[in-house]
Every structure is written in C-alpha cells, then in structure tokens.
C-alpha cells in the first residue's frame, strides 16, 4: 500500500501517471480499479466506515494507492496485515516539488 501525501493540487494523479498514463483521478468516483492495482481518493471521506462501503474487499489482493490516506492507516493495516506500507510525501521548496519516500513499520 503506497500513500500519497501533500496539498491539494500537489501531484499526487500526475506522479502516477508518470508510470501509469491511463489513470484518470478517483477524486469523485473515490475508487478506480485497474487490473495491476487500485487507486483510492479519501479526500471526501468523513471517516473509516466509509471505506467499507467502497468494497475494496471484492477487488482482492493487488496494489494500493491512496490519496489522503494517512487517517485512515489502521483500516489498511488491519484489512491488509501482510503489506508493507510506504508513503510518498510531496512537499515544495521556492518552485520545486520535493517526493520523500519512506517505509512505514
């Protein structure tokens, strides 16, 4: 499960698009589906019983990405037990983006 963080209008759909250019942004449909993985938007959720209304379980196990996420790490970790857990945080410095990654334990 990879999050992406960062402000509104940061990148978070065009730095996917740069490994996957057919993805559209879930930011009102919430949950896109693609064979390879699935691509979560929580930006609109109120909270976690939201999220099993997406029916994340029927898509089985594949990779996740998901956007705003971070409130929402005990659902993942309790859904998904066996991932592992990484966080891209986009942040700006003047004009430039900056991308941290880390794993999360």
């Known amino acids: 499960v990879c999050f992406l963080e960062g402000p509104l209008g940061s990148g978070?759909?065009?730095?996917?698009?740069?490994?996957?250019?057919?993805?559209?942004s879930p930011s009102y449909d919430i949950c896109h589906s693609y064979e390879q993985?699935?691509?979560?938007?929580?930006?609109?959720?109120k909270n976690s019983s939201e999220l099993f209304s997406l029916g994340i379980e029927e898509y089985g196990q594949r990779n996740?990405?998901?956007e705003w996420g971070l409130l929402y790490i005990d659902f993942?970790?309790?859904?998904?037990?066996?991932?592992k857990y990484?966080?891209?945080?986009?942040?700006?410095?003047e004009e430039q983006r900056i991308y941290t990654v880390f794993q999360m334990l």
């Open 76 to 83: 993942f970790k309790d859904y998904y037990p066996n991932y």
């Open 86 to 93: 990484y966080v891209i945080e986009i942040s700006f410095f």
């Open 64 to 66: 996740i990405f998901v």
């Open 37 to 45: 993985f699935l691509h979560l938007d929580l930006y609109r959720l």
């Open 12 to 24: 978070k759909t065009s730095l996917l698009k740069v490994f996957y250019p057919f993805i559209e």
